[in-house]
T-cell receptor, first 110, second 111 residues
Framework: KNEVEQSPQNLTAQEGEFITINCSYS?????LHWLQQHPGGGIVSLFM???GKKKHGRLIATINIQEKHSSLHITASHPRDSAVYIC????????????FGQGTRLTINP | SAVISQKPSRDICQRGTSLTIQCQVD?????MFWYRQQPGQSLTLIAT?????????ESGFVIDKFPISRPNLTFSTLTVSNMSPEDSSIYLC????????FGQGTRLTVV
């Protein structure tokens, strides 16, 4: 079993829909990151969380440390949100390395 | 925040040759990380590069295949040596131990 599991692996939705991507992890962490990867391969950091909730524009990220679970929400989704979204945790073991989920491929159709 | 410039963005290389990927950070960082992302897979850490010391390689990766340089606190290179088609991947550099900053990635195809 992977230390970081994301669901769903693929998600297709219509423009305007509310999107939720989930991430569960099995190790103790100091922080959790949500990343966005576009088709060219470059990665942008969206959020870093250690507790609670963060909001940036139409993006909301939450984390429940006790349940070892995080969610990324996109409100009023748009085709430009189409990308791979990756959850990564900074494990308490392993010298500040990031452990990555498999990613969720999101496609928003106009 | 930090901006990381990675180049080349993509390359097509002949098997048996080597490619050096460069990452330039716009601020000084202690640790830089090199990742590989094979097609359809998630990111896998190749090595951690600290300035002034040998890189620390993860299990399954060796210095002879992936030599790394870290001459100062803003720059690092990763060389993919004696390439084979199995090395076709996206290679990414990263910096930062709080917020994670990534380069744009290098999409390598070995033919």
């Amino acid at each position: 079993k992977n230390e970081v599991e994301q669901s769903p692996q693929n998600l297709t939705a219509q423009e305007g829909e509310f999107i939720t991507i989930n991430c569960s992890y099995s190790v103790g962490i100091s922080a959790l990151h949500w990343l966005q990867q576009h088709p060219g391969g470059g990665i942008v950091s969206l959020f870093m969380l250690s507790s609670g909730k963060k909001k940036h524009g139409r993006l909301i990220a939450t984390i429940n440390i006790q349940e070892k679970h995080s969610s990324l929400h996109i409100t009023a989704s748009h085709p430009r949100d189409s990308a791979v979204y990756i959850c990564a945790v900074r494990s308490l073991q392993g010298a500040q390395k990031l452990v990555f989920g498999q990613g969720t491929r999101l496609t928003i159709n106009p | 925040s930090a901006v990381i410039s990675q180049k080349p963005s993509r390359d097509i290389c002949q098997r048996g040759t080597s490619l050096t990927i460069q990452c330039q950070v716009d601020s000084q960082v202690t640790m830089m990380f090199w990742y590989r992302q094979q097609p359809g897979q998630s990111l896998t850490l190749i090595a951690t590069a600290n300035q002034g010391s040998e890189a620390t390689y993860e299990s399954g990766f060796v210095i002879d295949k992936f030599p790394i340089s870290r001459p100062n606190l803003t720059f690092s290179t990763l060389t993919v040596s004696n390439m084979s088609p199995e090395d076709s991947s996206i290679y990414l550099c990263s910096a930062g131990t709080e917020v994670a900053f990534f380069g744009q990635g290098t999409r390598l195809t070995v033919v």
